[in-house]
């Protein structure tokens, strides 16, 4: 279908990009770079009456880093972090996600930005963020805030975002250097949603335990999820197959997905435990590089 007919207006600040979100009253849409609210526009999912470019906004496309993490800009595109080569000592994790996430030309276009506010619960970065304790600086008509990942994702494609909100920025904490990370998930066709995935990391204590493991889940549940039990079940241990398989049981234990025309609830339960299985490997097959 045809889009509907839009005004169609291009900020050249944050402050314009928020005043005319007020302006609109819950009647404009931000555009970044289009790869979900086009087809949504097309299939009349979403029908405001003003389309908010950012094209012209600078700045929101600089990755930064820093002692103290890694900031990715709103506009930064999946080809930026895929380019960006400092990322993959800097955030390795993220420099993984990229080759999960949809088509290059998708990538060529899609931003950090729309994927955070598009909440999708099967995609990568609302994931990554979840699992990093990363932070979403967001800009509103009361001024600049700071949410939490963690409450972030209310719901699916729902996240904590008013009409007059933009996404300006996300804040992911350091990576220590021989921090250990996975990152496994199912789709049917390469560059489709995860039917199930899981990113994990753990630093390893002197004798060889894992500490601090933090564990996510996408594409099972209404949101992007910690696996707080099963950050349980690792912590302190020895990354070895006896403890893998608790962790596996433990995850299909505490999800509880939806079926849906991809997969049913059972389908992609144990999709997940296997997706784990499969990220715990790759984490521990860094140690053994390392030793
Ligand atoms: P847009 O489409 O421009 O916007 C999406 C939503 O976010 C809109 O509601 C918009 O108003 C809002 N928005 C945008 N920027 C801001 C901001 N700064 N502040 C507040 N609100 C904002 N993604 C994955 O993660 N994994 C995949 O495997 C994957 N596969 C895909 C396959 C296909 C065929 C397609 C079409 C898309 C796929 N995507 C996938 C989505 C893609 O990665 C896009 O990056 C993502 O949908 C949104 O980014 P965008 O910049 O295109 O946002």
């Keep these: 279908m045809k889009l509907p007919p839009l005004e169609y207006v291009a900020p050249t600040s944050v402050a314009e990009t928020v005043a005319l979100l007020a302006q609109a009253q819950g009647d404009a849409k931000i555009i970044s770079g289009g790869q979900s609210l086009m087809p949504m526009l097309a299939f009349r999912l979403a029908s405001p009456k003003i389309l908010i470019d950012l094209r012209h906004v600078p700045d929101l496309d600089r990755i930064t880093v820093g002692d103290d993490g890694v900031t990715l800009g709103a506009k930064v595109r999946w080809v930026d972090i895929e380019q960006d080569l400092r990322l993959r000592t800097a ?140 950050e349980s079940v690792l912590a302190g241990k020895k990354p070895e197959p006896a403890v893998f398989a608790r962790a596996v049981e433990t995850c299909r234990a505490s999800v509880d997905p939806p079926s849906d025309i991809h997969a049913d609830s059972d389908y992609r339960r144990a999709l997940l435990g296997t997706m784990l299985e499969q990220a715990m490997l790759q984490a521990e097959r860094q140690s053994r590089d390392d030793a």
């Design 91 to 230: 955030h390795p994790l993220l420099a993984d996600m990229i080759k999960h996430v949809a088509h290059y030309q998708i990538r060529n276009r899609g931003t950090v930005g729309g994927s955070l506010a598009h909440a999708d619960p099967a995609a990568e970065m609302p994931a990554i963020a979840v699992t990093c304790d990363a932070a979403l600086e967001i800009a509103g008509p009361e001024g600049s805030r700071t949410v939490p990942a963690a409450s972030f994702f209310i719901g699916p494609l729902l996240a904590a975002l008013g009409p007059s909100d933009m996404i300006v920025a996300v804040r992911l904490p350091a990576w220590p250097a021989r921090r250990r990370r996975g990152l496994a998930e199912f789709a049917r066709r390469k560059g489709d949603f995860a039917m199930a995935g899981v990113a994990l990391f753990y630093d390893l204590d002197a004798d060889g335990r894992m500490e601090d493991p933090h564990v996510g889940a996408f594409g099972v549940a209404d949101t992007p999820l910690r696996l707080r039990e099963v």
